[in-house]
C-alpha cells in the first residue's frame, strides 16, 4: 500500500486506536497535543505521550524528522508527530518555542478561533492579523523547523502569516469555503497564496467543515478534492481529517471554551447540538483510509495524484519543514 | 593536543570564558544549569543556554551523545552537556526525567546536600539512603541514560544508589576524605564501590575540597589523583573542576540556601568566610587545562594515564550513559 499521512487528529488516545492506524496502514499522523494548556500542562501531556510510546512500541513511536516517516513504514508503525492547536503552551514566552520543538513540537495553530497573542481567530469580529509577538514567533518557528499551522485563524491573519513566513505554512485540516461556507473553511483568496507559497492544504473531514455534515458522501468530498487540486495544484494538498475518535463531550467544550469565558460557547455546533457530531459512515476510525483512496480514484483521479494526496505531498513537506533553518555554518 | 573533558563546571557564563574554553583545549564540558529551581525556572535556564548556543555556533554547542564529543574536537568548539545539582527540576513528577533527557539533562545529583524526595545529602545528620521515589526515579534514569551523579549525597545514599543502579553512576566533583576529610569528599568505601560498578570520580578544584584549600599545591593534587588511581584504577578517574567562575558571592548563597531556609547556611564556608573561596593559583579558568596534564605527567603518570584523567575515561563514559537503555526490539 502507498504512503499514508494524516495532517490532523485528536483522538481520545488508546491500544484500539493505534491498532486501527496500523490495520489502516496509517504510516504517519499529526496529533494535537494541546490546546489551551499552559507549557507545564502540555509537558504533562507529552509525558502521557512518552507512556503510550514506552508501553506499545511495537504500534507507534515519536515521528522528529521526515525520515521517521520511511522508518515507520519498514517497521510496520506509525510515527506521531506533535502539535498544539493554540499557542498558550508558549505562554509568553518566545523560547518555549526551541524548547517545545525539542520536544518534538512540529506544527503550532497561532490561534484558536479566538485572539491569541500572536493573530486572531476564525471567530473574532475584527481580524488585525500579526500582533508584534506573532511576526516574531513566526520567525522563531521558521529558524527551528516548526509549521505555522493557520487553520483556526481568521483570513487576514492567515494571509499575513503566509506572507511573513519565510517557510511555506500549512493548514492542517479545512476545507475550501466555495464548498462549505464554514467559518473555518477558506476562501479562494488564502487557498491561492497558500498554494503559490509553497504550503499545504489537509482536507478535513470533520462533518462542520463539510457539505451536508455528517451526511456528506464520499463522492461529494473527493469532487471537493479534485476541484481544490484545480485550483490550489495537485501538489499543495493532502488529508487532514480532524478525527476526535472515542472523545466524550466534554473535550469538545474545553476545546471550544478553555478557560477564557465562563459562558458556553457552541464554536460550530449549537445549544442543540453541542457535542462532537457524528462522522460520515465512510469514514469513522483510521481503517477507513483506503476508502478515502478508493473514492479519489473511482471519481478519476490518477494513480499519482491519489499518492500524492494520501500521503507523498505531506511528506515532501516534512522534508522541507521539520528541520532547523539555518543561515550559519554551523548546523546542529 | 589530547582530549579535555570537565565533569563539572558552574561558571558565570559569557563569551569571555566560552573562548577561554577554546584556548584551554577543552572539548567537552558537564554544565551545571539548575540547583534548587523548579521545572519552569530550569526550562527558563534552558532558553538561556539556547540563546548563548545561537549566538556562539562558533564556540559552543549542546552535546547530547559521545559523538557530540568527537565533533567538538574537529570542528574547534566545546560541547555542553546539561546536569543539574538537584532533583528539583523534577520536582515530584517521575516523567520529567524523560522530557529533561529530552531537553538534553545527562546528569542528575539525587540530593544537594539536603534531604530530597529521592535520597540523603550529604549535610543532613541522618541518611536513610534511597526513598522509594528515589528507587524510581534511579530506574527511570537508567532507562533513558541520565547519569545519577552523587557528589553531594550522604554515604549510605551514594552506597545504596550504586547498588541500585543498574548503569554505572558518577561522583563528578569530589576527592577522597582520606586526603581531605571534608564533608562532601568520598570515603575509600564509597570509592571502591564506585569503581567496582564502572563508575566514575571527577577530581574537584573547589578549594573546599582540597587540602590546603586555596593554597594546595598542583603537586600535592597531581599527587592525590595518582593515588586515588592506585585505589580505583586508572579507568574510573577524570576531572570535575567544579570551577565557579566569575559568579557573584549571590550565587553561592543560593546554592546553599535556596529556598529551603530563612537562615543562612554556609555550607562549607563559613560567617567569616561565605563567599566563594580563591581558586588555586594554578587553576582559574578553563586556560588552565594543560597545567594539570602537566602536572600529571611531572609527577610520574605516563602520557596514557594522563590522557585517560585529562579527557578519555569521561568520554567512554559518556558513551555507555547517555544512550536509551532498551529491553526492546525497537530502539528509539
Known sequence: MSLVIDGLQYANWSE?????????????????????????????NIEQWNRWFETYPDLIFQGRTAADVARAKETGRTAIFFGSQNPSCIEDDIGLVEVLHTLG???MQLTYNNQSLLATGCYEDHDTGLTRMGREVVA???RVGMVVDMSHS???????AIEHSSRPIAITHANPASWHPALRNKSEAVLRALAESGGMLGFSIYPHHLAGGSSCTLDSFCEMVARTADLMGIGAIGIG??????????????MRV??????IDYGE?????P?????PDWFATNEDFPQIAEGLLRIGLSDADVRAVMGENWLRFFETSFGRQSSSVWSI
Request: charged residues 25%.
Open 269 to 273: 455546533g449549537s445549544a442543540s447540538a
Open 140 to 142: 522563531e518557528m521558521n
Open 105 to 107: 513540537l512540529r506544527f
Open 258 to 263: 478553555g478557560r477564557w469565558t465562563k459562558s
Open 154 to 160: 481568521g483570513e487576514r491573519s492567515t494571509l499575513e
Open 275 to 279: 457535542g462532537f457530531p457524528p462522522m
Open 16 to 44: 484500539k486506536i493505534f491498532r486501527q492506524m496500523r490495520a489502516g496502514g496509517v504510516d504517519a499522523v499529526h496529533v494535537t497535543i494541546t490546546y489551551h494548556e499552559t507549557f507545564r500542562e502540555t509537558v504533562l
Open 241 to 254: 481529517t480532524d478525527l476526535c475518535q472515542d472523545q466524550p463531550d466534554s473535550v469538545v467544550e474545553w
